[in-house]
C-alpha cells in the first residue's frame, strides 16, 4: 500500500505542474463525474451523498442523466454557467450542479430561476397529470463571495416561517463559496470538508496526501489526471481553461484601468445627494455624511459653499 506524504510534502513547487485537471472547468468535471459511467458515476454519488447529507432524506443509490426540457423563458442569458448537470436519482430527486467562474448579478434569484425550471418541466401533457412534484436539488459552486459572513456553505429550502419546519420537499438548494475554502485541511476533517478542499486546490497538489487517503478520494484522484485525457480534449481542456480565466483578468483590468472615472463619477453622486440634503436644512453634518458617504468634513465645505 502507498505511503501518502503530508499536504506540505504534496504542494505544486514553482516551475513544477500538476497531474491533475481543474474540476470547474467542464470537461474536466463531466469526466470525473459522468453519470453514464460506472467509475465517474460511482465519483458522483460520492460526491451527492456527501454534499447533500443534512437534506436528503435517504442517501442516493443511483444517478443517470435526465433529458432536460427547453428553456421555458426563451432566454439565452438565463443559461451562463460554466456546466451544469442535469441528474436524476432511483427515487425521481432531480439534481442539478452547476459551477459560475464569472461573478453574475442575482446569484441566489439564478438558483431560484433553475428550480422552478426543474419543477416545471416536470409537467406532464394532458389532464391525467396531478402535479406530483418530485424534489429537486440545486447545487451550485462559485469562486466568487455571495453572502456576507465566513461560511463557504449556505443551504436553504422552503420552510414554516413560524414553525420552522419544513413547507415541502419541492425546491432544495446548495450554494457553495470557493473562495471561503482555507488552505488546509487534516485526516479528521469532514468529509464535506474534502470535497471543498478538492474542488478549489486539486490542481496545485502534484499528489493525494494522507489528509485525504480514502478510497474515494483516491478513486476521483485517478479520475482527474490529466493524463486520461486524449489529445483532442486535452486542447479542448485548455482552451475552456484560459477562456474562463481571460474573462475575469479582462473584468478585473476593466476596472483597475478605469478606477479612477468609476470613483469619480461616485463621488460626485455622493456630493449632488450630500448637496440636496444640506438644502433641506433639517439635518446634522453626521446624518448627512452617513447617508451620503462622504466624510463630515466634506460635508463641512459643502455646506459652507451652500451658504456663500
Not at 131 to 137: G, I, L, M, R, W
Not at 144 to 160: K, L, Q, T, W, Y
Not at 204 to 219: A, I, T
Request: with cysteine; hydrophobic share 40%; charged share 30%.
Amino acid at each position: 500500500m502507498k505511503k501518502r506524504k503530508s499536504l506540505k510534502d504534496c504542494i505544486v513547487k514553482p516551475g513544477e505542474k500538476s497531474p491533475y485537471a481543474n474540476l470547474l472547468v467542464d470537461l474536466a468535471f463531466k469526466k470525473a463525474f459522468d453519470p453514464d459511467k460506472p467509475t465517474s458515476r460511482s465519483n458522483l454519488i460520492n460526491l451527492l451523498n456527501d454534499l447533500l447529507e443534512p437534506q436528503l432524506k435517504r442517501p442516493i443509490k443511483n444517478v443517470w442523466t435526465r433529458n432536460v426540457a427547453k428553456n421555458l423563458s426563451g432566454s439565452k442569458e438565463s443559461r451562463t454557467a460554466i456546466f451544469d448537470l442535469h441528474c436524476k436519482d432511483d427515487s425521481g430527486n432531480l439534481i442539478e450542479i452547476e459551477v459560475q467562474i464569472r461573478e453574475m448579478d442575482n446569484f441566489i434569484k439564478r438558483l431560484a430561476f433553475y428550480a422552478s425550471e426543474m419543477v416545471a418541466n416536470q409537467a406532464e401533457p394532458g389532464t391525467e397529470w396531478n402535479f406530483d412534484v418530485q424534489p429537486t436539488y440545486v447545487i451550485a459552486l462559485t469562486r466568487f463571495p455571495v453572502f456576507n459572513d465566513e461560511r463557504a456553505v449556505h443551504r436553504g429550502s422552503v420552510i414554516d416561517t413560524e414553525s420552522s419546519e419544513p413547507f415541502m420537499d419541492t425546491y432544495n438548494f446548495m450554494a457553495i463559496e470557493l473562495s471561503k475554502v482555507p488552505f488546509f485541511i487534516e485526516k479528521t476533517s469532514s468529509d464535506l470538508s474534502k470535497w471543498l478542499f478538492f474542488f478549489r486546490y486539486l490542481n496545485r497538489l502534484k499528489d493525494l496526501p494522507e489528509e485525504l487517503d480514502d478510497s474515494k478520494f483516491q478513486q476521483l484522484t485517478e479520475s482527474s489526471k490529466v493524463s486520461n485525457f486524449s489529445k483532442r480534449e486535452f486542447e479542448a481542456y485548455r482552451n475552456m481553461y484560459h477562456k474562463v480565466w481571460d474573462h475575469n483578468a479582462l473584468r478585473r483590468g476593466f476596472f483597475k484601468e478605469f478606477a479612477t472615472e468609476i470613483n469619480a463619477k461616485i463621488d460626485e453622486r455622493a456630493r449632488e445627494i450630500a448637496k440636496r440634503m444640506i438644502a433641506n436644512g433639517k439635518l446634522t453634518n453626521e446624518e448627512i455624511a452617513n447617508c451620503s458617504g462622504l466624510s463630515i468634513e466634506e460635508v463641512v465645505v459643502l455646506r459652507s459653499q451652500a451658504d456663500l
